[in-house]
């Protein structure tokens, strides 16, 4: 077992150029995952380690070793596919013979691997089925077993969960990741569901147009994105963001349609941009209470959903919508003002030009201005 | 029972007369589908009736009989005509010679057609790929007789392009055509040529709907070449396999314009050199429309009916164990 890495890896498609510049690694027992939307080039990114692409420009690594030109059945990977994949002629047993048969492995240690990978995913009972007799689930655990049985080097995942109901995938989801701790084989994971990312990665790669965004920890590209892309994409529902600019007179205010003046703290005043998305996660928001120190609002509620355990308040401020996480909606309906606060903590703000992250350089004090005149 | 069951209002005695209506109205519904059904395909349905599945039956009926078209009665025989037929040198020697022509026939276009279709599979995205799908398409769509004269010349022994390809491989001259024992084997060239380019298709077809990613799994599990083909292509492809052995079977069972073109035509001798290219279609052409013996080409037809549907059987009994459908 090893590590992965990508030295600027660049792919074209004839014209069109799918990776610019990818650099990443995928340290020994690590579980990192690729996500972006579609068309991001992060597919073409695990074909590329796969071997089923080769890449335009650049090296790709296993363990400090160039396996750039080495071709797939010689780099011992293990993949699981979007639609698994499986041979459908074959038995399950089969299925995960075939790549040791391939390699000419002996017929005990096959069934000895097998029966040990069969027990680890409780696919035991299901060997001697074909695959069009088992459900989403149960092909999603022969594909896992086909990629692990052999003891690749690495584990490649393009999306496995797609094909699933939602319950059952929030179910694979812990599984895998539990598997992946059992067995900390490096696992390179390819999605676009931004949920899976957040709940199974040790380390999250943003993908956007065949670059790489952010890279980071769930928690760090959460709690400091980048750049608005990232900040959109990550979280359900997604960041709240507002047009703000700063007038001439040096107010900055909401450009909706009822251009309310914000109060904000004063080293985005003197900042060298002018306009800025200011953006706030849903659950950041809080019920206002006499002297928050924050970014104070007054919304007027549109309606209120209602999720069991909480709720989406969605409301309107100064022309913008946004969406309020709560688990309290007591004396709120719709229609209806409510004042609402997010600690400065928890304000993000963006270059509208560059549309990258914009933070006070020194250390985060604030330094309130009295504004809200209209 | 008196009253109370069917007294107004009672779940029970409401219930059941809907639940009865509303099946009697399904069942007309039903009955309407059926006769509109059957309306749609009675078309076609009489067509078929009226010019195929009647006189296939007709056939049958006069296979019994000593049938003249000339005479105003024909006599019921019974089984007499089988027994000749099963008497008849020449009956049995039809019947080898179609059994050897479809014996070679068969394998060689399937084994030609999947090689070419992998082939053109893998030019197909190169320059001329799409080109060299139409060329070798191309001889099926050209008419059988046409070709047909034309090979009469290549397969001549003297001045053809046979004989001339031989003579530049410093090989022995053949007679083609002229010689009996090479007679049948020059029509099975001609037979490939003409009738590859259908199964090459077909095969193409058959290729193009494998799953991608189940052949880069077998790739990643490092399975190629040979082994990959043998145990992930050819089992996702064997129910076009099926389909081809099972039409060119049938097919070359019944082939006659080309040998009847090859071997004489209409200016007789069509079959020979000594018989070695009368296959049973021939024999029975031969039989009804030149000896003008209609009973018995009848029970000929119908005997070489038996045969494909015997061996369509046999087919469809070996394919049910090794067809692997998706």
Same mark, same amino acid.
Request: glycine content about 8%; hydrophobic content about 45%; overall charge positive.
């Given at each position: 077992?090893?590590?992965?890495?990508?030295?600027?890896?660049?792919?074209?498609?004839?014209?069109?150029?799918?990776?610019?510049?990818?650099?990443?690694?995928?340290?020994?027992?690590?579980?990192?995952?690729?996500?972006?939307?579609?068309?991001?080039?992060?597919?073409?990114?695990?074909?590329?380690?796969?071997?089923?692409?080769?890449?335009?420009?650049?090296?790709?690594?296993?363990?400090?070793?160039?396996?750039?030109?080495?071709?797939?059945?010689?780099?011992?990977?293990?993949?699981?596919?979007?639609?698994?994949?499986?041979?459908?002629?074959? &038995?399950?047993? !089969?299925? /995960?013979?075939?790549?040791?048969?391939?390699?000419?492995?002996? %017929?005990?240690?096959? =069934?000895? $691997? +097998?029966?040990?990978?069969?027990?680890?995913?409780?696919?035991?009972?299901?060997?001697?089925?074909?695959?069009?007799?088992?459900?989403?689930?149960?092909?999603?655990?022969?594909?896992?077993?086909?990629?692990?049985?052999?003891?690749?080097?690495?584990?490649?995942?393009?999306?496995?969960? &797609?094909?699933? !109901?939602? /319950?059952?995938?929030?179910?694979?989801?812990?599984?895998?990741? %539990?598997?992946?701790? =059992?067995? $900390? +084989?490096?696992?390179?994971?390819?999605?676009?569901?931004?949920?899976?990312?957040?709940?199974?990665?040790?380390?999250?790669?943003?993908?956007?147009?065949?670059?790489?965004?952010?890279?980071?920890?769930?928690?760090?590209?959460?709690?400091?994105?980048?750049?608005?892309?990232?900040?959109?994409?990550?979280?359900?529902?997604?960041?709240?963001?507002?047009?703000?600019?700063?007038?001439?007179?040096?107010?900055?205010?909401?450009?909706?349609?009822?251009?309310?003046?914000?109060?904000?703290?004063?080293?985005?005043?003197?900042?060298?941009?002018?306009?800025?998305?200011?953006?706030?996660?849903?659950?950041?928001?809080?019920?206002?209470?006499?002297?928050?120190?924050?970014?104070?609002?007054?919304?007027?509620?549109?309606?209120?959903?209602?999720?069991?355990?909480?709720?989406?308040?969605?409301?309107?401020?100064?022309?913008?919508?946004?969406?309020?996480?709560?688990?309290?909606?007591?004396?709120?309906?719709?229609?209806?003002?409510?004042?609402?606060?997010?600690?400065?903590?928890?304000?993000?703000?963006?270059?509208?030009?560059?549309?990258?992250?914009?933070?006070?350089?020194?250390?985060?004090?604030?330094?309130?201005?009295?504004?809200?005149?209209? | 029972?008196?009253?109370?069951?069917?007294?107004?209002?009672?779940?029970?005695?409401?219930?059941?007369?809907?639940?009865?209506?509303?099946?009697?109205?399904?069942?007309?519904?039903?009955?309407?589908?059926?006769?509109?059904?059957?309306?749609?395909?009675?078309?076609?349905?009489?067509?078929?009736?009226?010019?195929?599945?009647?006189?296939?039956?007709?056939?049958?009926?006069?296979?019994?009989?000593?049938?003249?078209?000339?005479?105003?009665?024909?006599?019921?025989?019974?089984?007499?005509?089988?027994?000749?037929?099963?008497?008849?040198?020449?009956?049995?020697?039809?019947?080898?010679?179609?059994?050897?022509?479809?014996?070679?026939?068969?394998?060689?276009?399937?084994?030609?057609?999947?090689?070419?279709?992998?082939?053109?599979?893998?030019?197909?995205?190169?320059?001329?790929?799409?080109?060299?799908?139409?060329?070798?398409?191309?001889?099926?769509?050209?008419?059988?007789?046409?070709?047909?004269?034309?090979?009469?010349?290549?397969?001549?022994?003297?001045?053809?392009?046979?004989?001339?390809?031989?003579?530049?491989?410093?090989?022995?001259?053949?007679?083609?055509?002229?010689?009996?024992?090479?007679?049948?084997?020059?029509?099975?060239?001609?037979?490939?040529?003409?009738?590859?380019?259908?199964?090459?298709?077909?095969?193409?077809?058959?290729?193009?709907?494998?799953?991608?990613?189940?052949?880069?799994?077998?790739?990643?599990?490092?399975?190629?070449?040979?082994?990959?083909?043998?145990?992930?292509?050819?089992?996702?492809?064997?129910?076009?396999?099926?389909?081809?052995?099972?039409?060119?079977?049938?097919?070359?069972?019944?082939?006659?314009?080309?040998?009847?073109?090859?071997?004489?035509?209409?200016?007789?001798?069509?079959?020979?050199?000594?018989?070695?290219?009368?296959?049973?279609?021939?024999?029975?052409?031969?039989?009804?429309?030149?000896?003008?013996?209609?009973?018995?080409?009848?029970?000929?037809?119908?005997?070489?009916?038996?045969?494909?549907?015997?061996?369509?059987?046999?087919?469809?009994?070996?394919?049910?164990?090794?067809?692997?459908?998706?």
């Amino acid at each position: 077992m090893g590590s992965i890495t990508l030295r600027t890896i660049t792919k074209k498609f004839g014209q069109r150029q799918v990776l610019h510049d990818i650099n990443m690694t995928v340290q020994d027992g690590e579980f990192v995952v690729v996500v972006g939307p579609s068309g991001c080039g992060k597919s073409t990114l695990l074909r590329i380690v796969a071997g089923l692409e080769s890449p335009s420009s650049g090296d790709l690594e296993f363990d400090g070793r160039v396996v750039t030109r080495v071709p797939p059945h010689e780099r011992n990977i293990g993949m699981v596919f979007q639609n698994y994949a499986l041979y459908p002629h074959m &038995s399950v047993f !089969d299925n /995960l013979a075939f790549g040791m048969t391939a390699r000419r492995t002996s %017929r005990d240690v096959i =069934q000895q $691997r +097998i029966s040990e990978v069969a027990a680890l995913l409780e696919i035991g009972s299901l060997l001697k089925s074909k695959p069009g007799a088992l459900s989403g689930g149960q092909r999603q655990r022969v594909a896992v077993g086909r990629a692990l049985v052999r003891s690749p080097y690495a584990f490649l995942m393009d999306e496995p969960l &797609s094909n699933l !109901d939602a /319950l059952l995938r929030e179910r694979m989801r812990v599984e895998l990741r %539990r598997l992946h701790d =059992q067995v $900390r +084989i490096p696992t390179l994971y390819v999605t676009h569901d931004q949920t899976e990312a957040m709940t199974m990665a040790d380390r999250i790669v943003v993908m956007r147009d065949g670059r790489i965004l952010q890279a980071g920890t769930p928690e760090e590209v959460y709690s400091q994105p980048n750049s608005v892309f990232v900040a959109q994409f990550l979280g359900s529902p997604p960041m709240n963001l507002v047009r703000v600019a700063r007038r001439p007179d040096a107010c900055v205010v909401l450009e909706g349609s009822e251009g309310i003046a914000a109060a904000v703290p004063d080293w985005i005043r003197r900042s060298p941009s002018s306009a800025w998305w200011l953006g706030f996660r849903p659950e950041r928001i809080e019920r206002s209470h006499n002297g928050s120190s924050g970014l104070d609002m007054t919304a007027s509620i549109r309606t209120i959903e209602t999720l069991g355990a909480r709720y989406h308040v969605h409301a309107n401020w100064g022309g913008f919508p946004i969406t309020w996480v709560t688990q309290d909606v007591s004396g709120l309906m719709p229609g209806s003002p409510v004042s609402l606060t997010v600690s400065w903590d928890h304000i993000h703000w963006f270059d509208r030009n560059s549309e990258q992250r914009v933070t006070e350089s020194a250390d985060f004090s604030f330094p309130l201005e009295a504004g809200g005149v209209r | 029972m008196m009253d109370g069951g069917l007294s107004a209002g009672t779940p029970r005695g409401t219930a059941r007369p809907n639940v009865l209506s509303w099946l009697r109205r399904l069942q007309q519904y039903a009955l309407k589908e059926t006769l509109i059904g059957y309306g749609l395909i009675l078309p076609s349905l009489l067509v078929f009736l009226v010019f195929y599945y009647g006189p296939a039956i007709f056939l049958l009926y006069i296979s019994f009989f000593h049938w003249n078209i000339f005479a105003s009665r024909s006599s019921f025989v019974g089984l007499h005509n089988f027994v000749v037929l099963a008497n008849q040198p020449l009956f049995w020697q039809s019947l080898l010679n179609t059994g050897y022509y479809v014996l070679l026939v068969v394998p060689v276009t399937t084994l030609l057609a999947l090689g070419l279709a992998l082939l053109l599979r893998e030019a197909r995205n190169i320059r001329g790929g799409g080109l060299s799908q139409a060329l070798v398409f191309l001889p099926h769509v050209t008419p059988v007789v046409a070709t047909s004269i034309i090979w009469t010349w290549i397969f001549d022994p003297n001045f053809g392009l046979a004989n001339a390809v031989l003579r530049v491989l410093h090989l022995p001259q053949l007679g083609w055509l002229a010689s009996a024992h090479w007679a049948l084997p020059s029509v099975m060239i001609y037979t490939v040529w003409h009738s590859v380019g259908l199964y090459t298709v077909l095969f193409l077809a058959g290729l193009s709907t494998l799953p991608k990613q189940v052949l880069e799994a077998a790739q990643m599990d490092g399975a190629r070449g040979w082994l990959a083909f043998r145990r992930v292509v050819l089992p996702l492809i064997s129910p076009i396999t099926f389909f081809v052995i099972l039409l060119a079977t049938i097919t070359t069972m019944q082939t006659f314009s080309q040998i009847y073109t090859l071997t004489g035509g209409p200016h007789g001798g069509a079959g020979g050199p000594a018989f070695s290219t009368t296959t049973d279609s021939l024999l029975i052409y031969q039989t009804a429309f030149l000896y003008l013996h209609f009973s018995l080409a009848s029970a000929m037809s119908f005997v070489l009916f038996m045969l494909i549907l015997a061996v369509t059987l046999v087919q469809k009994l070996i394919a049910d164990r090794m067809v692997f459908y998706r």
